[in-house]
């Protein structure tokens, strides 16, 4: 799998996520999922190469200077040249300066460039998984992947990966300038290189393993958190302040823990590294000076050497420092690449069956059949059929849990049924696109949801092209234009997360904006009016009246005084239709509808004592 394409899936069970298959733990594989980011930037990856490549070249002729300056440079007969061996080595630094520059600029704005296209795929993904993945998943691990996970791959697309190559490069250029300048002293370092390389890899392992924990219980910390700042003012109700902090402190305890661990790691690494690094340069040294005592190589030519073998060793040791950032950007790829691996379960076939134009709205349930994928065992739906011809206003009702919500679910195409078929106009929902299904709906939920946005912008979330002429005539069918003439900007009033700075109510009221601006020809009013107060109440059932004209409308209510004036009332309990028809008639039957409107309509509440 890849980050591009999304991989195979892994069905929708968000349990997966976090989960590294153990044959990936001990590499850096995940990490070839960017190569089609960088693709898409050729010019620019092979410029940084380009300057990458002049640099280490400048870097290996530092030493090269150096000789034979040692060698030639403080004899008498060639003193003149020692000018020139110091003019040379200033342009040498000049290009490797100017090289160094233009490389890091191009690989850092390289990486931003990709992680940003990444983000964008992440997101894109994201919104178009299946509902049922977000039934089992947290919001905040979701939102510490598109954001944390990617800028570690930020680091090391825009740092590691650069320096790691300039490191080997200049390992592999000064190893082979080391067996041109000493075949005898190279044969010394290729003995010492396995005593260096076996530890980092085994060491390596250890921090990959250690950084992906550090993420994992990062992502923790911050679901949580991003959990109890949504609901903080039920938080401050219930007074629960200090279990959240004891609950946050233990979880971030444990993100620090986890990070100590893989620092302590990566310092072990580092330090072994390092040690093993210098103490064979030290050796290597040794055995050059007994060869320059015994005239077997120059002053100048075992200068050459060395500083060739301490740009060996300091590319190694440098490799062993971003080795563990380059782990902990393969342990982000992988999660990210677990995410975008998850297949949506509900998805357009390959050859969508058009809905029909003009839309009808003829809705049909035929013998449904339908569980919860996290509740299986309990059957939402049993063997549901009705029909609500084009027009027709019809009402769900029944207690809790009775399978009302459930068929609004259906007819978004949230979910599909495990049996029997829903169809919009004649077609079967799973052969049609969800995009062209939802696109003939307007829905009101009983939870209205609204954005940290303008107030226009939030009735316009239901068609983002429609004028401000017609965002201000659905305010005004919502019954909402009056209070927003009471706020400070009006239209442009900024209403803070979900609404917070405003009422229920008014949340409400710009949530029937939102349907009555998108115009589609099903409407679909999920307690629609809950949160209104009487005087509202009777202006939005004006509205909602003019609003279902001509279109077809199911509507969930609790209220019965609120579906009196629907075509047909459906009555529904335990996942069944147990009766169906008129208020009246209903009544007459003597059942559950006859029951419930007894206890709305016939109960006279007792007083509440005054204390």
């Known amino acids: 799998m890849n980050l591009d394409s999304g991989g195979r899936g892994l069905g929708s069970s968000a349990s997966r996520i976090g989960q590294a298959p153990e044959d990936n733990r001990r590499n850096i594989r995940p990490l070839l999922a960017v190569v089609p980011y960088v693709m898409r930037y050729k010019g620019r990856a092979l410029a940084a ?35 020139q061996y110091f003019s040379v080595l200033i342009l040498v630094a000049a290009v490797l300066a100017g090289a160094s520059a233009l490389r890091y600029y191009l690989v850092t704005t390289l990486g931003e460039r990709i992680v940003a296209d990444l983000r964008t795929r992440v997101f894109d993904h994201l919104t178009g998984l299946s509902a049922s993945f977000f ?9 510490s992947r598109l954001s944390a996970d990617t800028t570690q791959l930020k680091s090391a697309v825009g740092a590691s990966v650069s320096i790691t190559l300039r490191n080997l490069m200049l390992f592999m250029g000064s190893t082979l300038m080391m067996v041109v300048t000493s075949p005898r002293l190279s044969l010394f370092v290729l003995i010492v290189i396995p005593i260096i390389v076996l530890p980092l890899v085994a060491f390596g392992r250890v921090v990959r393993r250690r950084s992906r924990e550090a993420q994992d219980t990062l ?90 073998a301490v740009f060996a060793a300091g590319a190694l040791g440098e490799l062993s420092q971003v080795w563990g950032e380059i782990s902990q950007a393969a342990g982000a790829a992988e999660r990210l690449n677990e995410l975008l691996a998850i297949e949506p379960e509900i998805k357009s076939p390959a050859t969508p069956v058009p809905l029909p134009t003009p839309a009808r709205g003829d809705v049909a349930f035929e013998e449904v059949r339908f569980s919860y994928p996290t509740r299986k065992d309990a059957t939402a ?28 679910h259906l007819l978004l195409r949230f979910y599909d049924p495990q049996a029997g078929a829903v169809t919009i106009d004649g077609v079967r929902l799973a052969d049609a696109d969800p995009r062209d299904i939802r696109s003939r709906i307007a829905l009101v939920p009983q939870d209205a949801a609204v954005f940290a946005a303008s107030i226009a912008e939030n009735i316009r ?10 965002v201000a005539r659905a305010a005004e069918l919502a019954a909402a234009s009056e209070f927003i003439g009471r706020l400070p900007q009006g239209m442009q009033t900024q209403i803070g997360e979900r609404g917070v700075l405003l009422s229920g109510g008014e949340r409400q009221r710009l949530a029937i904006a939102r349907a009555i601006l998108r115009e589609a020809p099903l409407l679909l009013l999920d307690e629609a009016t809950s949160s209104l107060d009487a005087e509202n109440e009777t202006l939005v059932k004006t509205a909602l009246g003019r609003l279902m004209e001509g279109r077809t409308t199911l509507v969930i209510a ?49 007083p509440v004592p005054v204390v």
């Open 49 to 83: 190469l380009v300057a990458l490549v002049v640099a280490s070249l400048a870097t290996l002729v530092l030493p090269v200077a150096v000789r034979r300056m040692i060698d030639f440079g403080f004899t008498e007969q060639y003193a003149g040249l020692i000018h």
């Open 135 to 143: 039934d089992s998943s947290k919001s905040g691990e979701l939102v």
């Open 219 to 308: 992502a923790e910390a911050s679901s949580y958190a991003a959990e109890l700042i949504g609901a903080i003012r039920t938080l401050q109700a219930f007074t629960n302040e200090r279990m959240a902090k004891t609950r946050f402190a233990g979880a971030v305890t444990r993100a620090c823990d986890a990070a100590f661990a893989s620092t302590m790691a990566r310092a072990w690494l580092t330090g072994i590294a390092i040690f093993l690094v210098f103490a064979c340069v030290v050796v290597i040294l040794w055995v050059g000076a007994q060869d320059v005592y015994e005239q077997r190589i120059t002053a100048g030519r075992l200068s050459q050497f060395v500083i060739y």
């Open 381 to 408: 739906l049993d063997d549901v059929t009705f029909r609500v011809r084009p027009g027709e206003k019809v009402a769900i009702v029944g207690p809790s849990g009775a399978g009302k919500s459930t068929v609004f």
């Open 461 to 470: 979330f239901g068609r983002p092209g429609a004028s401000d002429a017609d």
């Open 558 to 606: 609790h209220r019965l005084a609120t579906v009196l004036s629907c075509d047909r009332i459906l009555v529904m309990d335990q996942g069944r239709i147990v009766e169906q028809g008129t208020h009246d008639s209903l009544v007459a039957q003597g059942g559950l509808y006859a029951r419930l409107a007894r206890l709305q309509f016939e109960t006279t509440p007792e």
